[in-house]
C-alpha cells in the first residue's frame, strides 16, 4: 500500500506571506503534483504545523484546499497548532477519550496511528501519561500486526542543537508506552524542518523538509533563523519485506538540458 506524507505547512492567511515566502502557494503547489502523480496513493497524512500561529482563517483556508483534494488526508497538531481552534474547523477530527487528536487507521495489514504531542506551551512536545495509556491500549490491539506511527515531535536527538532543545519530552514515558517495539515498522516524524534519516533503537525513522521555511543544518550557512531550501513531499510504499519512503522537490524538478535521444 502506498500513502504521501506532508508536514509543516505554517499556513498564515492566503494573501500573507511568512519569513517572505507563501505557505498557502507552496502547499497549493504540493497537493497538485500529489494528485496529478500519485492519485492512487490511499490516504495523506500531515504531521502537524498546519497553521503558524493557530488561527481560524488559517485552518479555514486549509479546509477549503482539501475539499478538492482527492484522497483522505488525516490531520495532526504540533507546537505551532491551537488544538480547539482545529477541533472548530475540523469538527469530524479523530479525538481519543481524553480529547487529545491521536486515532488509529488500519489498511494494508498496517496500524498507523496518530500521536498528538502538542504540549500547550513553549515549542517542544510533550506525551504526558493520558497519551501514554491510549498508545499502551492501541499498541496491544495491534498484537502482531506491523504498525507505523506519526507524531510531530522526535523522542530523540538529531544532532541540530537548535531542534534538539524543543524535541518531545517525556521521551522515558513514551518508550514505555512503546513495549518491546518488536512489531513498529517506522516512525514518520515532523517538526525539523529538514529530511532527515534515524534509526533510534531499531526502529526506522525518517522526516522531511517543511512545506514552508526550513531549518538549516549548519546555523552559520545563512543569515537567517531559517533557510529557504526546497520542500518536499514523501511517497511511502509499505511493501511485505520493506517499507520505502521516496522524498520528491515537487517545486524544483525541471528539465535537464539533454538532447532527444537522451530524453
Ligand atoms: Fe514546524
Redesign the pocket.
Known sequence: MKFVHV??L?LVDPFEDLWGLNPYKRLDACLTDIASHHGDAEFCVIS??LTDRGELDAYKALRKRLDTFPMPTFLMV???DDRATFIKVFPEACLDDQGFVQFEHRAGGVVFLFLDTLKGEGSAGAYCEMRCAWLRDRIAAAGDTPVCIFM?HPPFDIEIPYMDRIKLEDVAAFEDALGPKANIRHIFF??V?RPVFVNWKGISCSALP?I?HQVPLRRDSVNSRYSDEPPMYAVVDVLEDRLVVNADCYMHRNDCRMPPNKR
Open positions: 508536514t509543516d505554517h502537524g504545523d504540533g507546537n505551532h510531530h515532523g517538526h524542518h517543511a514552508c
